[in-house]
Nanobody, 128 residues
Framework: QVQLVESGGGLAQAGDSLRLSCAVS????????MGWFRQAPGKEREFVAA????????LYADSVKGRFAISRDNAKHTVSLTMNSLKPEDTARYYC?????????????????????WGQGTQVTVSS
């Protein structure tokens, strides 16, 4: 069974940077796109960023484009989200997810239902 474990969340001030990491329990994760999503209290889970299986393609939500960067290290079975210039509206629980429907695909999706495996999330709180 695939397990995804996020880490790196915490408290930050506006303008700060944080780096989230997601450790995946299986080597086969390297064949699939990975994504980050977030959910704020009272809101629906929303797409943040995705990265292709080989790291050569990325997709970002408009709200984070230019501030966040997604990366992956298939040898270490990890995917990361570097968040710069944080804003209070970035406050949310951040989830790592695996798109297990697109084996070695360069197509990336922002649709929550396309991701079949999810971590438990890590909280990010940004104060003004």
């Amino acid at each position: 069974q695939v397990q995804l474990v996020e880490s790196g969340g915490g408290l930050a001030q506006a303008g700060d940077s944080l780096r989230l990491s997601c450790a995946v329990s299986t080597y086969t994760f390297s064949d699939y796109p990975m994504g980050w999503f977030r959910q704020a209290p009272g809101k629906e889970r929303e797409f943040v960023a995705a990265i292709g299986w080989n790291g050569q393609t990325t997709l970002y939500a408009d709200s984070v484009k230019g501030r966040f960067a997604i990366s992956r290290d298939n040898a270490k079975h990890t995917v990361s989200l570097t968040m710069n210039s944080l804003k209070p509206e970035d406050t949310a629980r951040y989830y790592c997810a695996a798109d297990i429907n697109r084996f070695r695909s360069l197509v990336l999706t922002a649709t929550t239902n396309d991701y079949g495996y999810w971590g438990q999330g890590t909280q990010v709180t940004v104060s003004s």
